[in-house]
Structures are given as structure tokens and as C-alpha cells.
């Protein structure tokens, strides 16, 4: 992943992050990182993909597969 994308990969989940504080609901889709990658790169500016303290889930990580079918 180049600086470029990864700067906005952090952007997008800092966004993300702080919705979720405030109890706002949020989406985050790619195609390229595995949800194991997601996970570290949060944990370097030190954001918590996991369950907040009232419950709710930030981060909920899923493989579709490594294929797109287009009809």
C-alpha cells in the first residue's frame, strides 16, 4: 500500500472511530486489506476496533473472496 493510501485508509477510519463514539452508525469497505491488517493499522494511532464499553462493535472484519462477479 503506497503512503498516499494509506494516509486515506486513516483517515477513513479515524472518521469511522469517532462516529462510533458518538453513536453513529458507519461502513468500511476495501478490497485490497485483510481484516487482520485493518486491526494493526488501527492499533498504531491507538484506536480499538473492538467492543466499546456500552456494547457496540467498531470493527467487524469479513472475506468475501478473492474474486468480483459482474453480471
Known sequence: MGVLAAEKQ???LQYLV??????EPG?????????NQIYRDAKNPGWDLGVTADG???????RVGSSLLID
Do not use: H, I, S, W
Open 27 to 35: 461502513v468500511y469497505g476495501t478490497f485490497e486489506e485483510m481484516p
Open 56 to 62: 457496540r462493535r467498531v470493527f467487524r472484519g469479513y
Open 10 to 12: 486513516r483517515l477513513a
Open 18 to 23: 469517532n462516529g462510533v463514539k458518538l453513536g
